[in-house]
């Protein structure tokens, strides 16, 4: 059976544990500790304390969202080693402390990216949303911050020449040091009973010229092959990789319906060029039909944490861009009502 989850930011996320709690089919809290910056253990303490606060409320813990990889890891450089050994301390206080999926990218420099964080649709609610002609005139450090998935390892000063050395680097370069990365920590996930997935780079192709790698169907059998093990796996995002008409999402999810470990369902309006606004759920207010997505997940068996994603502002809501309660609880009780359907469809 699916684990119907919601992502929670913690003790100062208004969208709160006890309001959680009283949407019927969530069962699942998506956590993380959001004060630890990047290349830093994650304690075993912190991890055992934060399913123990979501236990107590009558959830489970099913995925933590994200162990943030360091910049040096995703550029190479020679103090990639001490972080990786730091992130494969991570994944053990993980598995010690029973929480069995990791979400995680590999996303230089940040992680997804918008241009306007309240698009104003007609009906009067707001949403997120990219102009690709835009991007142009942002600047990359001080707009970035402002993004709620925003989590960095540098200064503003240093974003020049990370910008020219990841551009330089190449694709090519990119899959390399996730090569290295995932010999390395892959193993120590099977040992620790984590089941680690990779989330797809949203939008799914190069901004501000940085390369980004992954972007579809043939990204994710490659990245799937550089360590062939069922703890390596995807976190599969249907809005992320939705913005792309090249992506069948539904094709996707039954291809490698066996490491997807981690559903992301959300809906897009895909608009002329590279542009795009996020959208309500249902598949009539979006590009993407949902319920197709919904039985390609069924028709492979999954029976992972699925949650529903960035939700727009309605009925005057204020908060996290994305993560305000009222948008995503419709979400996982629409998410929730066509699961039910097809699971009565395939009995009938």
Partial sequence: MVQFSFRWYGDDDPVTLDRIGQIPVVKGIVGALFDIPPGQVWPLDRLQALRKTVEDKGFTLTAVESIPVHEDIKLGLKTRDAYIDAYCESIRNMGEAGIPVLCYNFMPLFDWVRTDLAMRLP???TCLSYDDAAI??????????????????????????LVDAYRDMGEEGVWENLRVFLERVVPVAEEAGVRMGIHPDDPPWSVFGVPRIITGEAALERMLSLADSPNNGLSLCSGSFGVSRENDIPRIVRRFGKRIHFAHVRNVKILEGRNFHESAHPSACGSLDIYEILKAYHDVGFSGPMRPDHGRMIWGETGKPGYGLYDRALAVMYLAGLWEAIEKESRA
């Fill in 123 to 125: 009906d009067g609610s």
């Fill in 136 to 161: 142009a005139g942002l600047n990359l450090f001080t707009w970035g911050k402002s993004l709620p998935a925003w989590i960095f390892s540098y200064g503003e000063e240093e974003m020049p020449r």
